[in-house]
């Protein structure tokens, strides 16, 4: 056993009302910047929907991921280390621009500028890469809320999977039509395969905490990353020509504040903790042979941080006791591991993803009780769950490889919470048979009620911080900004020109000026 | 007896080049991390970059091996092998021409497209614009070489001139009387060769240094320790003077 610690994240989509603004604060933070306008390190999708980039979930198509070779052992998707390198000239998976969308802005300045005439001025769209005028047809959320689903939708390659295994088709006619909103970030996977691509080994994942970052230093712009994440969550800076990333936020998370994201999230359906996990179980979990094992075999993986025995492996593996502690308090940890209610997003591109997800149940009390019966008791419930407006089997596609056993499972015991903290809050005797009937017991259901339902910040997010013995150092990230220039936040790329930590790049090196530290000084040092 | 301008041509300008080859590539190494990449275009164009692309480079590839071929072995290893002038002759003519050609038209092709498609074309800086410049003139001097001078004009043996001209520079022993008798052609070609490896540290060019073969032997997950670089410390400072 070799344990180590990861910081998760998981999402209750019962929750999520579509408000994109999660995507906006995440943009504003990290990704406002030249090169990265087509960039949104978090989006939030409707389901069902072709995504961002447009079929993103196609691995026929992208080659995303891994694979499982003729020989039984795990290989990327994309081929051979070989065949990779001999496509590093022009890469063969690689999303065009138009497969993500053409940024744009609007030429405002026509409305002021503009000569006095006969017609209002308007501010007509210019691409944001080229400058030209431009006519928007797709954007980064154009199918928000099954906009245009009868054209697209059934190309959205959930359903087209659901179709090819059970030969059913998703419904699209208004009145049966169903979505849900899928906000997405980085996995910050146990096997990311965004790492295993880059041929520089500019990228990483921090032994500490699990996050995987891009070191802008060492990035060589050979964009192998980008195809290789089966997710689309790396992406290519066409202006710096380097790859960027989803960061989880780590400089918030060193200092204990969640990410902002999750901050900001107004449904408050984002919780932020640590697992445990077993490092040397990760390659054989990733590859057993059927995609329906590998949610089951990511669940062996995690470690029981109450496990005295745990506890004493990873003590001696280094991991700090605040960390062991929070591991304990987690919330993650209770959703997937205890509660069982988690869910992983597409375990079978094998590279156990670490932002998990509730899936949704709402509509199903609204449409038992149109029936007539009582949309909150237990029975009719349960019965309801595979007459579900979301049909468990795309469920299924997105979270289990298509099982729609486990889906069942955790839908039924979200329905069973609901019915039984009916009772309490009518006063009535709890039916004792319903938390037995999910293999739960009645104080398991209200703490995951508590979770759920009241839980506070501090309840949510239980993030041990970086260090104290660097507590002073750590303040100085309120009385600086790292993020306020092209091409330089965080990931390791500070600042460019005129900030005095001696770093500029060629290509920005302005007229007339000579950045501080670019030559040796031969004088004495003072 | 080397006239003056031979001597700054074939011998200073020569070992000016090395010092500024080497010398500009450990500066924008050290100094310019950020900066060093291929600054991939393909994100705005897929379609003729997979065309031009490795065309380009892997004909590039060849020529470069046959310039390693022609001007570092000694004519005389090559005979004491058994291989005859004509022999060795026609083999890099035609490797030459086939090498030379996919280059120059990969080439042809990328620069096409830099000029034709709007977000590539915005996507290239004047820096971009004369390493293209003297990049191209270099190969397309190097394709005049082979195929006229040496093919159609019956053959010129650089082997005995412009190779042992160059051995000489980098074994100190700098002759410019070697190379200042043969055709005008090659020696522009040389010239331009110059001109680019001047420019190489400071363009994209740097970009061939980082050659992933590491990667073959790599193991796939890369983990590295947060360690000192804790976003919130101030970042290490990258220049030369570290405080
Ligand atoms: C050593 C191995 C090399 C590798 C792996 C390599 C790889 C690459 C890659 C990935 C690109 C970016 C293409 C794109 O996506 O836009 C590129 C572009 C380029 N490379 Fe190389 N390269 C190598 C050597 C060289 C050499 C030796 C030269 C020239 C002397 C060269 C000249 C160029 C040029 C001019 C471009 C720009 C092409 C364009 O976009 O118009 N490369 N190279
Ligand atoms: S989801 Fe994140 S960690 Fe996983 S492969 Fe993609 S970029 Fe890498
Ligand atoms: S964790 Fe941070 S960088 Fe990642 S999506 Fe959320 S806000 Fe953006």
Same mark, same amino acid.
């Given at each position: 056993?070799?344990?180590?610690?990861?910081?998760?994240?998981?999402?209750?989509?019962?929750?999520?009302?579509?408000?994109?603004?999660?995507?906006?604060? @995440?943009?504003?933070?990290?990704?406002?910047?030249?090169?990265?306008? =087509?960039?949104?390190?978090?989006?939030?999708?409707?389901?069902?929907?072709?995504?961002?980039?447009?079929?993103?979930?196609?691995?026929?198509?992208?080659?995303?991921?891994?694979?499982?070779?003729?020989?039984?052992?795990?290989?990327?998707?994309?081929?051979?280390?070989?065949?990779?390198?001999?496509?590093?000239?022009?890469?063969?998976?690689?999303?065009?621009?138009?497969?993500?969308?053409?940024?744009?802005?609007?030429?405002?300045?026509?409305?002021?500028?503009?000569?006095?005439?006969?017609?209002?001025?308007?501010?007509?769209?210019?691409?944001?890469?080229?400058?030209?005028?431009?006519?928007?047809?797709?954007?980064?959320?154009?199918?928000?809320?099954?906009?245009?689903?009868?054209?697209?939708?059934?190309?959205?390659?959930?359903?087209?999977?659901?179709?090819?295994?059970?030969?059913?088709?998703?419904?699209?006619?208004?009145?049966?039509?169903?979505?849900?909103?899928?906000?997405?970030?980085?996995?910050? @996977?146990?096997?990311?395969?965004?790492?295993?691509?880059?041929?520089?080994?500019? +990228?990483?994942?921090?032994?500490?905490?699990?996050?995987?970052?891009?070191?802008?230093?060492?990035?060589?712009?050979?964009?192998?990353?980008?195809?290789?994440?089966?997710?689309?969550?790396?992406?290519?800076?066409?202006?710096?020509?380097?790859?960027?990333?989803?960061?989880?936020?780590?400089?918030?998370?060193?200092?204990?504040?969640?990410?902002?994201?999750?901050?900001? @999230?107004?449904?408050?359906?984002?919780?932020?903790?640590?697992?445990?996990?077993?490092?040397?179980?990760?390659?054989?979990?990733?590859?057993?042979?059927?995609?329906?094992?590998? =949610?089951?075999?990511?669940?062996?993986?995690?470690?029981?941080?109450?496990?005295?025995?745990?506890?004493?492996?990873?003590?001696?593996?280094?991991?700090?006791?605040?960390?062991?502690?929070?591991?304990?308090?987690?919330?993650?940890?209770?959703?997937?591991?205890?509660?069982?209610?988690?869910?992983?997003?597409?375990?079978?591109?094998?590279?156990?993803?670490?932002?998990?997800?509730?899936?949704?149940?709402?509509?199903?009390?609204?449409?038992?009780?149109?029936?007539?019966?009582?949309?909150?008791?237990?029975?009719?419930?349960?019965?309801?769950?595979?007459?579900?407006?979301?049909?468990?089997?795309?469920?299924?596609?997105?979270?289990?490889?298509?099982?729609?056993?486990?889906?069942?499972?955790?839908?039924?015991?979200?329905?069973?919470?609901?019915?039984? +903290?009916?009772?309490?809050?009518?006063?009535?005797?709890?039916?004792?048979?319903?938390?037995?009937?999910?293999?739960?017991?009645?104080?398991?259901?209200?703490?995951?009620?508590?979770?759920?339902?009241?839980?506070? =910040?501090?309840?949510?997010?239980?993030?041990?911080?970086?260090?104290?013995?660097?507590?002073?150092?750590?303040?100085?990230?309120?009385?600086?900004?790292?993020?306020?220039?092209?091409?330089?936040?965080?990931?390791?790329?500070?600042?460019?020109?005129?900030?005095?930590?001696?770093?500029?790049?060629?290509?920005?090196?302005?007229?007339?000026?000579?950045?501080?530290? +670019?030559?040796?000084?031969?004088?004495?040092?003072? | 007896?080397?006239?003056?301008?031979?001597? $700054?041509?074939?011998?200073?300008?020569?070992?000016?080049?090395?010092?500024?080859?080497?010398?500009?590539?450990?500066?924008?190494?050290?100094?310019?991390?950020?900066?060093?990449?291929?600054?991939?275009?393909?994100?705005?164009?897929?379609?003729?970059?997979?065309?031009?692309?490795?065309?380009?480079?892997?004909?590039?590839?060849?020529?470069?091996?046959?310039?390693?071929?022609?001007?570092?072995?000694?004519?005389?290893?090559?005979?004491?092998?058994?291989?005859?002038?004509?022999?060795?002759?026609?083999?890099?003519?035609?490797?030459?021409?086939?090498?030379?050609?996919?280059?120059?038209?990969?080439?042809?092709?990328?620069?096409?497209?830099?000029?034709?498609?709007?977000?590539?074309?915005?996507?290239?800086?004047?820096?971009?614009?004369?390493?293209?410049?003297?990049?191209?003139?270099?190969?397309?001097?190097?394709?005049?070489?082979?195929?006229?001078?040496?093919?159609?004009?019956?053959?010129?043996?650089?082997?005995?001139?412009?190779?042992?001209?160059?051995?000489?520079?980098?074994?100190?022993?700098?002759?410019?009387?070697?190379?200042?008798?043969?055709?005008?052609?090659?020696?522009?070609?040389?010239?331009?060769?110059?001109?680019?490896?001047? $420019?190489?540290?400071?363009?994209?060019?740097?970009?061939?240094?980082?050659?992933?073969?590491?990667?073959?032997?790599?193991?796939?997950?890369?983990?590295?320790?947060?360690?000192?670089?804790?976003?919130?410390?101030?970042?290490?400072?990258?220049?030369?003077?570290?405080?």
């Amino acid at each position: 056993m070799r344990p180590m610690a990861q910081l998760a994240m998981v999402m209750n989509l019962d929750k999520c009302i579509g408000c994109h603004t999660c995507s906006v604060t @995440c943009k504003q933070t990290w990704t406002n910047r030249g090169g990265v306008e =087509y960039v949104w390190f978090n989006n939030v999708e409707t389901k069902p929907g072709q995504g961002y980039p447009r079929r993103y979930e196609d691995q026929e198509q992208w080659h995303g991921g891994w694979k499982l070779g003729r020989n039984g052992r795990l290989q990327l998707a994309a081929g051979s280390r070989i065949k990779r390198m001999l496509s590093l000239f022009a890469n063969p998976n690689l999303p065009a621009i138009e497969d993500y969308y053409e940024p744009w802005t609007y030429d405002y300045r026509n409305l002021t500028d503009a000569p006095l005439g006969d017609d209002t001025p308007t501010a007509r769209p210019v691409s944001a890469v080229t400058g030209a005028p431009t006519s928007v047809r797709w954007g980064p959320n154009w199918e928000d809320s099954l906009g245009g689903a009868p054209e697209h939708a059934a190309t959205d390659p959930v359903a087209e999977g659901m179709r090819a295994r059970l030969g059913k088709s998703i419904q699209l006619e208004y009145e049966q039509a169903f979505m849900f909103y899928l906000p997405r970030i980085c996995e910050h @996977c146990l096997n990311p395969s965004c790492v295993a691509s880059c041929p520089s080994g500019a +990228m990483y994942k921090r032994a500490e905490d699990g996050i995987v970052l891009v070191d802008q230093d060492r990035c060589r712009g050979w964009r192998m990353c980008v195809s290789g994440c089966p997710y689309k969550k790396v992406y290519f800076n066409h202006k710096t020509g380097k790859a960027e990333k989803c960061t989880f936020c780590y400089p918030r998370l060193e200092i204990g504040q969640p990410t902002i994201c999750a901050e900001t @999230c107004v449904g408050r359906l984002r919780y932020i903790g640590v697992m445990l996990y077993d490092a040397d179980a990760v390659g054989r979990a990733a590859s057993v042979k059927d995609d329906k094992k590998l =949610y089951p075999a990511q669940m062996e993986v995690f470690l029981d941080p109450h496990d005295p025995e745990v506890v004493t492996a990873a003590r001696r593996a280094g991991i700090p006791h605040d960390w062991i502690t929070a591991a304990q308090r987690s919330p993650v940890y209770s959703l997937i591991a205890e509660h069982r209610v988690a869910l992983p997003l597409h375990p079978e591109y094998r590279t156990m993803p670490m932002v998990w997800y509730i899936p949704p149940l709402s509509p199903v009390v609204e449409a038992v009780s149109s029936t007539g019966f009582d949309g909150e008791r237990a029975g009719n419930l349960f019965g309801a769950i595979d007459a579900l407006r979301i049909p468990v089997d795309y469920l299924a596609g997105l979270f289990t490889a298509g099982d729609p056993d486990p889906v069942r499972d955790v839908l039924r015991r979200l329905a069973a919470m609901r019915s039984h +903290m009916r009772s309490i809050n009518l006063g009535e005797p709890p039916d004792r048979y319903v938390p037995k009937s999910v293999g739960m017991t009645a104080e398991q259901i209200e703490s995951m009620y508590r979770l759920l339902a009241v839980a506070k =910040y501090a309840d949510r997010y239980v993030i041990p911080t970086a260090g104290i013995s660097r507590a002073h150092e750590l303040e100085s990230i309120g009385t600086t900004c790292s993020l306020d220039t092209d091409g330089g936040p965080g990931m390791g790329g500070a600042s460019t020109n005129g900030h005095g930590n001696g770093q500029t790049d060629l290509f920005t090196w302005r007229d007339g000026e000579r950045p501080e530290g +670019m030559f040796p000084s031969l004088g004495r040092k003072r | 007896m080397t006239s003056p301008i031979d001597l $700054l041509l074939w011998t200073v300008l020569p070992y000016l080049t090395i010092v500024v080859f080497v010398g500009g590539t450990v500066w924008r190494f050290k100094y310019d991390q950020f900066g060093w990449t291929t600054r991939s275009s393909q994100l705005h164009e897929s379609r003729l970059l997979r065309i031009g692309g490795p065309l380009f480079h892997l004909g590039l590839f060849m020529v470069i091996g046959g310039h390693v071929a022609g001007l570092l072995i000694p004519k005389s290893l090559t005979e004491w092998l058994g291989i005859h002038n004509e022999l060795y002759h026609l083999v890099s003519l035609v490797a030459g021409t086939i090498a030379g050609l996919a280059t120059v038209v990969g080439l042809a092709v990328l620069v096409y497209r830099r000029w034709s498609v709007p977000a590539v074309r915005k996507a290239t800086s004047n820096n971009d614009k004369l390493t293209y410049t003297v990049l191209g003139a270099t190969i397309l001097l190097g394709m005049f070489v082979t195929v006229v001078v040496n093919g159609v004009q019956g053959g010129y043996d650089y082997r005995v001139s412009i190779a042992p001209w160059f051995r000489g520079i980098l074994m100190l022993q700098p002759d410019s009387s070697l190379i200042a008798d043969a055709p005008l052609m090659y020696r522009a070609h040389a010239l331009f060769g110059m001109a680019l490896f001047l $420019l190489w540290p400071f363009s994209r060019l740097v970009h061939a240094f980082s050659a992933p073969v590491r990667y073959l032997i790599r193991p796939y997950v890369v983990y590295r320790s947060r360690g000192e670089t804790l976003a919130t410390r101030s970042a290490a400072r990258r220049g030369w003077d570290q405080p």
